[in-house]
């Protein structure tokens, strides 16, 4: 009995401790963009994203495996970034994630950077749930139903703040390079 | 019904296609972030009790009240027992009608082994130096969330600190994860930011000795080239 017992476990696929694990790893830079997008600091981004792993992991068992697993990281990335936001002390910082990693690379492409640092600026103009349906359209791609389906909202609802974040943007935009944001 | 909404401007699209292609992070962080996923499996085996602290703002409350509510009734059980016991102890003892308080036990007096002792092991008897919120009446040992939370409490400072490179603010912090977790789950870490910390302060004969303990202790480490290039070049 004890050797069937054995046999089953060794044959038995990767526990779901592992595939969250694993499923985390590969989306690990996803995940981390995602919540700088949605405005969290630099300095927070290492433990915000250990909370995003901690609320997959409670909720890896509901998750549907046939569906794309970004839109529901995305979904608690949000949520947690929302949160995070109510709380939020401004920090001025370079992030952890730039601490110990002073080799040179293709992060310092220096137009590029301005770029991003510029976009960035300009998504922090956005209010939180508005910037979150642009960042998951017009960045990572996803179709408004679905976005509709991971924030809970109404598909109207879900148009209607992606077209006031659109406008949002241009204007933030606008508003950081004459200011010299992006220089 | 997508034709309510405007396209955006070819200016904003360039910019976010740049910001679409961010780079990776570099793999030292990648390896820290994960290593850290790693550790929540270890340290919470069941995945309904690590509730995540920002994800549920009303359960964070209520927890907040019923930890109040249960930390109020613990102090007064506490301080009932302890006046019974002097109450005893002085009808028992005729002759010593003062009951001294027992001396609470100050962090700096703990013997060096004491810091040690608050990781997840087993903790010997005797006075221990813990933290004052986390420290109960009859003196458990912390469990292993506590001493990971309590970990990542202490050294969160330190790494905004360097990261915003007020490398001198991130010192205390480092000093105290390094007395009260000397062998902690953050030790790597902790350790990490302190080369990063001489080094930035200018101070690079310490940050190079530093680095040196560094090899040593983490022959294996993923921020071993890190650190040794800290204490190097300074940067």
């Known amino acids: ?183 | 019904m997508s034709g309510i909404v405007p396209p955006l401007s070819p200016e904003a699209r360039v910019l976010l296609d740049e910001e679409r292609a961010s780079p990776a992070q570099p793999a030292v962080v990648r390896q820290r972030a994960l290593a850290r996923a790693r550790a929540a499996l270890t340290a919470y085996p069941d995945p309904s009790m690590p509730a995540p602290a920002l994800a549920r703002p009303h359960a964070r409350r209520w927890f907040l009240v019923a930890a109040t509510f249960t930390c109020a009734i613990a102090a007064a059980a506490g301080a009932t027992t302890y006046e019974l016991r002097a109450r005893f102890a002085a009808e028992a003892l005729p002759a010593a009608r003062v009951v001294q308080p027992r001396a609470e036990v100050q962090p700096a007096a703990a013997p060096p082994a004491a810091p040690a002792a608050e990781t997840t092991s087993p903790a010997p008897p005797g006075p221990r130096a813990v933290a004052p919120g986390l420290t109960r009446p009859a003196g458990r040992t912390l469990s292993s969330a506590e001493a990971a939370a309590l970990e990542l409490r202490i050294l969160r400072p330190a790494r905004a600190a360097v990261a915003r490179e007020d490398f001198a603010d991130a010192l205390g912090p480092i000093a105290e994860h390094a007395r009260r977790f000397k062998d902690g789950r953050l030790a790597e870490e902790r350790e990490a930011l302190r080369v990063k910390a001489l080094a930035g302060l200018g101070r690079q004969d310490d940050a190079r000795r530093a680095a040196a303990g560094f090899k040593v202790r983490f022959p294996r480490s993923v921020l071993l080239p890190a650190v040794s290039r800290l204490a190097q070049t300074g940067q």
Not at chain 1, 75 to 92: C, D, M, Y
């Open chain 1, 1 to 183: 009995m004890s050797h069937l017992r054995l046999i089953a476990s060794a044959a038995r696929g990767p526990t779901p401790d592992e595939s969250c694990l694993a499923a985390f790893q590969d989306e690990l830079d996803y995940v981390w963009r995602t919540l700088r997008r949605l405005g969290v600091q630099p300095a927070d981004i290492e433990d915000m994203g250990q909370e995003v792993f901690l609320a997959l992991r409670r909720s890896w068992g509901e998750y549907d495996s046939s569906r794309p697993l970004r839109p529901y990281l995305f979904g608690i990335a949000f949520r947690l970034a929302s949160a995070h936001q109510r709380k939020r002390v401004r920090e001025v910082a370079t992030g952890i994630g730039e601490v110990l990693d002073a080799a040179p690379g293709p992060d310092d492409a220096l137009e590029s950077k301005q770029a991003r640092a510029l976009v960035l600026a300009a998504l922090e103009r956005i209010p939180l749930p508005r910037r979150g349906v642009l960042v998951m359209h017009d960045i990572d791609g996803v179709a408004m139903t679905e976005i509709a389906k991971v924030l809970s909202i109404p598909l109207f609802t879900s148009y209607s703040r992606l077209r006031k974040a659109r406008k949002e943007l241009e204007s933030a935009i606008r508003r950081q390079l004459r200011e010299g944001g992006g220089q």
